[in-house]
């Protein structure tokens, strides 16, 4: 056993973290367990319970560090953060050169509180800030075909650490959102707690309960009145199945890419509409290369934020993707062919063969309430003429 | 102070109630409501038949119930073998719904093999008809050809008669005659009464699997839709240049170029077992079809067009799958899986999906058919053949259609005749001499 600790004193925990977070950020076809290191994150995962006011059980990882953040300072960044080890490789290069950093404020702190607030009220305005999220989005270019919405998002990783070079250190001290939630739940400890260490800094407390009022209000202003100023969305590209409602998802959804990468039918791609900013990067279903399978909830399991909330696989006839449209004019049964592949593909029996009266063709005919837009017929049509409308 | 401290605490229990509160999120099934069942059409009423002697019309080695692709196929394969064949035919003519159904594309005649490249894969007694037909320019384009009916009906009374089948037309099986488990012939009705065949294998090539029903064997039953293809003639005066001619879709071409054939899915979920939905759908199907010619004909351009036939067998696509000793998957299909059993490798003709892709018609592999797959699970002396032997429903568009029926057929048949020349049971059949005996008789195994 001695030598097990001495390995494990050695062994470096945060590295160790940044190994496994690497493995699961990877398009390594790893499934259910892809992007796995952000349900760590215990910002994103309040900002998650908040905004849907519900929780999963994987939300409990996240729960013990934040635990562990309550009685060891900064936990999360001393022992797991991936971010927060390239930030500390780059400060410690730069030590004692670059601008000195302690007069700028803890702008981290007031992210979370007011993110968090606003979460409350239904949008988690800085959850995209999490280091978690900078981090996997960077890998998002390892599986997708080079856009400018993916350029942007590999692009966050690089510019966190290169902030870090002419200011060592600022990253993580003062603007990362979940140090900074780290650094309140330390103040909100020593409140709670009434620990004085140095009883003269208790007018700075009090003005940090001032700010914090004010940085809350401004976050639950944020929350309220952002979401009439997104337009609510008209939907124009296909979710996964049981996401929330497009304004909702676009601002939840933190572009971790672990849907697309765990989709056993590659059908997730990222969605890239230049005229919807706020929708850049969200998964969207395209089904050129498979369909939604009728037993599968890979993307539900893996997601960390709850943008697709976690949903049984019995219950999947009941979560809409779309609706399929039929191009009747080119189907090969009105050309009097043998072919029966739509209503054969459907899990659903949402494909029915109606006989038009005074007719000898029959036509196949979807039923609405019951198609949930899986794609299956999309993908077998012969002559390609249904698709899936949002 | 304090009032700070309370005030913090209070955030904090409840907001950590709230958390423990809120339930766990997931998005649950709703219970299926459970819906009436479909009514089955049975009557009550039932009257005993008195018992009587049979005569008994024939002791032979193998029978074979039933002529269309695949009984057809069967008969002659057994009685290449040596054994001595008859075969019942309950219309007027061979090859089933391929000549009197007027399904006349011969699907699935190709397929992808491991190399990737696209090869044809009906050989045997398939292959020979197929050539013949080709021979008497009655057959156009090599993938999946499409025959005339009535060459057809020649080419397969000839290879009968060439082989040496004892031919019954008009006759109808009705029921099996039993031993146990084991089938020791078949009586038939015809315009000369009812009658026994006493034989050591029969091959049912019935495609709705009545003598394994009569057998008592295990089966699936499947509702699928029935049509009824028609022909158009003069299709060659249809005139183009009339003012307000516009272009129609009517049916493929066939070797006969003033002749089109017209196919019809016709209705979903129908029961083909059940006479009065079959009498239904055929005065219901006929008239449809006088009417929609009649619509044409007042089109312009097509006034010269007439209805030249329509089917004298409806087409019921599928209606019951035997349980035999291998079920064939889909998944099988898919991976080139071999079978130490083959007999026969058929093709694909249309898109399917596999593991939530899509793999197009042109992408798709070949595939060996197992004897396992004809061999039923309870009865003895017993091999079906056609689309009612072993396979998984998601597989049905393959396995019904006329190019896997002629292999199965030809599989069946050349098993039961040698089974009857080795003297072995269908069970313990040394599957090592029929492919060789298959080979021999042209197949192709792979």
Redesign the interface.
């Known amino acids: 056993m001695a030598w097990l600790k001495r390995l494990f004193n050695k062994t470096d925990t945060r590295s160790l973290f940044l190994l496994l977070s690497i493995l699961f950020a990877l398009p390594l076809g790893w499934g259910a367990m892809s992007g796995m290191s952000i349900w760590f994150s215990p910002f994103i995962m309040l900002n998650s319970?908040f905004v849907?006011?519900?929780?999963?059980?994987l939300n409990i990882l996240a729960v013990i560090v934040l635990i562990l953040a309550f009685w060891r300072k900064r936990w999360f960044c001393r022992n797991m953060c991936p971010l927060g080890w390239g930030c500390d490789l780059i400060s410690s290069s730069r030590k004692g050169r670059g601008y000195p950093i302690k007069k700028i404020p803890p702008l981290g702190k007031w992210l979370a509180i007011s993110s968090l607030v606003a979460a409350l009220a239904g949008i988690p305005i800085f959850i995209l800030l999490d280091p978690m999220s900078i981090f996997n989005s960077f890998f998002v270019i390892f599986s997708q075909k080079l856009a400018f919405p993916i350029l942007l998002s590999f692009s966050g990783l690089p510019l966190v650490l290169a902030i870090n070079l002419p200011f060592p250190g600022i990253w993580c001290s003062k603007l990362c959102p979940l140090g900074g939630l780290q650094d309140e739940l330390i103040s909100?400890r020593d409140?709670?707690l009434?620990k004085q260490r140095q009883p003269k800094r208790i007018h700075s407390i009090r003005s940090t309960?001032r700010r914090l009022f004010l940085v809350s209000g401004a976050g639950l202003l944020a929350g309220l009145l952002l979401p009439s100023f997104i337009k609510p969305a008209k939907k124009s590209y296909l979710q996964p199945p049981?996401s929330l409602p497009a304004d909702r998802f676009n601002t939840l959804c933190i572009r971790c890419g672990s849907c697309i990468k765990s989709c056993?039918?590659d059908i997730l791609k990222h969605h890239m509409d230049p005229s919807e900013l706020l929708s850049w990067m969200v998964p969207e279903i395209s089904f050129k290369?498979?369909?939604c399978?009728e037993n599968c909830n890979v993307c539900?399991q893996v997601c960390p934020s709850?943008a697709i909330?976690?949903?049984?696989r019995?219950?999947?006839?009941?979560?809409f993707i779309g609706r399929a449209e039929i191009g009747l004019s080119r189907c090969l049964?009105?050309?009097?062919?043998?072919?029966?592949?739509c209503?054969?593909?459907c899990s659903y029996d949402a494909i029915?063969?109606e006989?038009n009266e005074?007719?000898?063709?029959?036509l196949p005919v979807v039923i609405p309430e019951k198609c949930v837009g899986c794609g299956?017929c999309v993908?077998?049509?012969?002559p390609g003429v249904i698709e899936i409308v949002p | 102070m304090k009032r700070r401290s309370f005030l913090s605490n209070l955030v904090l229990t409840s907001g950590s109630l709230a958390l423990g509160a809120s339930c766990s999120r997931k998005i649950e099934p709703i219970p299926a409501a459970s819906g009436p069942k479909t009514a089955v059409s049975e009557q009550g009423n039932t009257i005993l038949e008195p018992s009587r002697q049979i005569p008994i019309l024939a002791e032979t080695d193998v029978l074979v119930i039933g002529g269309g692709p695949a009984g057809t196929a069967a008969a002659i394969a057994a009685s290449r073998t040596g054994a001595e064949t008859y075969l019942v035919e309950r219309y007027n003519h061979l090859g089933g719904l391929w000549t009197g159904g007027l399904v006349l594309p011969l699907l699935s005649t190709h397929a992808v093999d491991k190399k990737q490249r696209t090869r044809q894969v009906i050989y045997g007694l398939g292959g020979e008809m197929s050539q013949r037909l080709k021979d008497l320019g009655m057959s156009i384009s090599e993938v999946d050809p499409v025959v005339d009916p009535e060459a057809a009906k020649y080419v397969l009374d000839e290879m009968i008669l060439e082989s040496g089948v004892k031919m019954l037309y008009h006759t109808w099986a009705t029921n099996v005659i039993m031993d146990d488990n084991m089938v020791k012939g078949v009586f038939v009705e015809s315009k000369s009464g009812r009658m026994a065949i006493l034989a050591k294998v029969v091959v049912d090539c019935t495609g709705d699997g009545d003598i394994f029903h009569w057998a008592g064997e295990q089966y699936d039953e499947m509702q699928y839709h029935i049509g009824l293809v028609h022909r158009l003639g003069n299709i060659d005066r249809i005139d183009p240049a009339k003012p307000g001619y516009v272009d129609k879709h009517i049916g493929g071409p066939t070797p006969i170029p003033s002749v089109n054939w017209v196919n019809m899915h016709g209705l979903d979920n129908q029961d083909g077992l059940d006479v009065i939905n079959l009498s239904r759908l055929q005065q219901e199907y006929r008239r449809e079809i006088w009417e929609s010619v009649e619509d044409l004909r007042k089109t312009p351009g097509y006034e010269k067009v007439f209805l030249l036939d329509t089917a004298s067998q409806i087409g019921v696509r599928m209606s019951r799958i035997v349980d035999a000793e291998y079920r064939l998957t889909l998944e099988d299909t898919m991976t080139y899986k071999e079978f130490d059993d083959a007999i026969g490798i058929s093709g694909a003709w249309t898109t399917m999906l596999y593991k939530g892709k899509r793999i197009p018609r042109e992408e798709r592999p070949l595939w060996q058919i197992p004897y396992r797959s004809l061999l039923p699970k309870k009865t003895e002396n017993l091999l079906v053949a056609g689309r009612c032997f072993c396979f998984e429903r998601a597989l049905v568009e393959d396995t019904r259609i006329i190019g896997t029926c002629l292999i199965t057929g030809h599989g069946a048949g050349a098993a039961a005749g040698l089974a009857v020349r080795e003297g072995q049971e269908l069970r313990n059949l040394d599957t090592g001499k029929l492919k060789e005996l298959l080979l021999k008789q042209g197949a192709w195994l792979g």
């Open positions: 319970v849907l006011k519900s929780a999963v059980w909100v409140l709670i009434g309960g049981g056993p039918t290369e498979g369909y399978l539900s709850g909330i976690l949903f049984d019995e219950a999947k006839k009941h979560l049964l009105s050309e009097n062919k043998e072919c029966d592949r209503k054969a593909a029915l063969m006989q005074g007719s000898l063709q029959t299956a993908l077998i049509c012969p």
